[in-house]
């Protein structure tokens, strides 16, 4: 009887990781080959490596990788100020399940309505501004800004950063912290020596959650920060949608996924001696 059964579990095992393995054939490596493909062509579908000489030499895509890698960057250092103190503050609340599901409660919301929803906060007549008109002041112009983009930007990831840490967080012994007080450090002093070192894995899952999706942000960048706001993500839409030309826009997606995996690499647990 055990052994039929773990041969039907070992059955269901295989089964399992055989439709897995077909899911990650068809929706990952075919689209990922696809777009290295249509990157090594010309207009008239022949190979070339000039799509990529072309980004390499031109000031402007150069500009827009920078503009890339710089807003990543600042939006993920916002979301991780607000993030650690944050997920700390859950971890010492009673039912800190619960409020850590309301902090993600907005991830469940589409992208385009939070979007749109913040058009409608900051718009000329939207709330903000009814608000400062009100109290005497002048509407200013909030839209099509950079830290107005960064605002909505940091926002939408702020639960993708604040999720790990939380983890991270919670899965520290609280007999640690105590020993650490009780050998005479005082708060600071166990923050930095103890929770943040031990916390640091939750850190880099939240680097990773919250700087990849950042480098390829297409739509926030268009309805918030309007043309001021040009990234790789920007750049990758018009070549798709505008000027029809897919072999740049896909060169631009290998060299965008390059960034990301170089970002993992850097961000990625080192571990000893095969243990972490």
């Known amino acids: 009887m055990a052994l039929s059964f773990k041969k039907q579990k070992q059955g269901f095992t295989s089964a399992y ?10 929706f990952v490596v075919l ?6 493909f249509e990157s090594l062509q010309d207009q008239n579908h022949h190979f070339t490596l ?3 000489q072309a980004f390499f030499i031109s000031g402007s895509y150069l500009a827009m990788t920078f503009n890339s890698i710089w807003y990543a960057f600042l939006i993920t250092v916002i979301t991780l100020v607000f993030a650690y103190p944050t997920a700390y503050f859950l971890t010492t609340l009673k039912n800190k399940q619960f409020w850590l599901l309301l902090v993600i409660l907005p991830t469940w919301i589409n992208l385009l309505l939070k979007t749109y929803a913040f058009i409608g906060l900051l718009g000329q007549g939207g709330l903000v501004n009814s608000t400062l008109t009100v109290v005497g002041f002048h509407p200013m112009q909030l839209l099509f800004t950079d830290w107005s983009f960064l605002l909505v930007a940091a926002y939408v990831e702020l639960p993708f950063m604040i999720l790990p840490i939380f983890n ?3 899965d520290i012994d609280p007999l640690l912290t105590a020993a650490s007080r009780d050998l005479g450090a005082n708060s600071w002093q166990t923050l930095k020596k103890v929770i943040w070192p031990l916390s640091m ?13 950042s480098l390829s942000l297409f739509m926030i960048t268009r309805l918030i920060g309007g043309n001021r706001v040009i990234t790789l993500g ?7 949608l505008v000027t029809q030309n897919w072999a740049f826009g896909s060169t631009i ?18 571990q000893k001696g095969g243990r972490p």
Do not use: R, S
Request: overall charge negative; cysteine-free.
């Open 201 to 213: 894995p939750g850190v880099k899952a939240g680097i990773q959650a919250v700087f990849i999706p």
């Open 234 to 240: 920007t750049a990758i839409e018009e070549h798709f």
């Open 253 to 270: 997606g290998v060299i965008l996924i390059v960034a990301m995996v170089i970002t993992m690499l850097l961000t990625q647990d080192k």
């Open 31 to 36: 689209p990922l080959f696809l777009l290295l």
């Open 50 to 52: 000039a799509n990529y």
């Open 168 to 170: 991270a967080l919670n």
């Open 17 to 26: 990781m055989g439709i897995y393995g077909l899911w990650l054939l068809g």
